[in-house]
């Protein structure tokens, strides 16, 4: 099983990165966090780095069932979306499949959350292209 969906756009970084917050917006996620990698490793590292942004998304409802069926999932919220430049210049969108990522918790009321969650992050890539 694979812990992420994936997608390959021919947009250029940023307008990807508007497509990726749009997308999930229509599905209910806002972005909490959003970590610029590149600039990070830079800064901290003087490391030169491909684009590379990590967005922490979250949609309320479902993170409020997710705390409510088990106190401590907030260790795994939010999900990540990644956004980030490959080798030969496009764009690729990631985004963690939830139910891979809560296998190791068993709780089945956060199981049918994380499914809801993963239908919809699926979707949000499944709508960039």
Not at 7 to 15: A, E, N, P, S, V
Not at 49 to 59: E, M, V
Not at 101 to 111: H, R, W, Y
Request: aromatic fraction near 6%; charge should be negative.
């Amino acid at each position: 099983m694979n812990y992420y969906f994936t997608t390959t756009l021919k947009d250029d970084f940023d307008t990807a990165i508007q497509k990726v917050t749009e997308e999930l917006k229509k599905e209910g996620f806002g972005i909490l966090t959003e970590i610029d990698v590149k600039e990070t490793f830079k800064k901290k590292l003087d490391v030169d780095f491909r684009k590379y942004r990590i967005l922490g998304a979250c949609n309320p409802q479902m993170a409020h069932q997710a705390i409510s069926a088990e106190s401590k999932i907030g260790t795994m919220l939010p999900c990540n979306v990644i956004v980030q430049e490959t080798e030969d210049g496009k764009v690729e969108v990631s985004a963690v499949d939830p139910v891979a990522s809560m296998q190791a918790v068993k709780n089945d009321t956060l199981g049918g959350v994380a499914t809801q969650v993963r239908d919809k992050l699926k979707k949000v890539i499944e709508q960039l292209n």
